[in-house]
């Protein structure tokens, strides 16, 4: 029987393996878990869609997460670890990590083009950048707050907050412009961008005190 199919050529061993890619995928569907693999769900190419954050998902969950999309690809789940000194580190299945304050991604961990925040203050920041190793300067400035609409839980209304637009001037780069969301003194929602190589980080968090 394999003798058969071997006769089949180039385009009946790809169907065969793609087709066994896909049982393998979907047969373990049921074990991702709160905490999703960064890297699988960013390779991705089948059209899965995204986890939806509903009410019911958010109350069920056990420990405070994050969704976490780069660009147009889709949202993966990142789970609080743990505090320390204010900064919350957040990590995936496959131990990338992602490090905030305040809201803000100020480090990334496992990343191929990974990113650090060396000093900030409210307008200057001195930051690391890997692949290629860079050290860079930015000045900030607050552009902009104004109340604005977004959607947080996928099936309830939009919720309210205060967007803050950040202005990013980097010394020998690209400069960006970051948008943050406060709702009551806590940022639910940031878009920033980090690194050169990569689009925009979107960072949605949900907090279980």
């Not at 789970?79 to 900064?87: F, M, P, Y």
């Not at 690391?128 to 104004?146: A, G, M």
């Not at 209304?157 to 980097?170: A, C, F, M």
Request: with cysteine; charged share 25%.
């Amino acid at each position: 029987m394999l003798e058969c199919l071997q006769l089949g050529g180039i385009g009946m061993t790809f169907m065969i393996r793609f087709n066994l890619l896909l049982f393998l995928l979907l047969s373990s569907c049921t074990s991702i878990s709160n905490i999703q693999s960064f890297y699988d769900l960013r390779s991705l190419a089948f059209g899965f869609p995204s986890q939806e954050i509903t009410r019911q998902y958010f109350n069920e969950a056990k420990y405070s997460f994050a969704t976490l999309r780069i660009g147009r690809g889709p949202e993966s789940i990142i789970v609080l670890k743990e505090i320390i000194d204010n900064k919350a580190i957040w990590v995936s299945q496959d131990k990338i990590t992602i490090i905030t304050l305040n809201g803000r991604i100020v480090e990334t961990i496992g990343l191929e083009y990974d990113y650090k925040e060396l000093i900030y203050s409210e307008s200057d920041r001195v930051v690391q950048y890997k692949n290629p190793n860079r050290i860079t300067q930015q000045k900030v400035l607050i552009e902009d707050s104004r109340l604005e609409s977004f959607n947080y839980f996928s099936d309830e209304t939009k919720v309210k907050g205060n967007l803050i637009i950040e202005r990013i001037s980097n010394i020998g780069l690209k400069n960006q412009t970051n948008t943050y969301i406060d709702v009551d003194g806590n940022i639910l929602l940031a878009r920033q961008s980090l690194h050169p190589f990569y689009d925009e980080f979107k960072i949605k968090y949900y907090y279980k005190y």
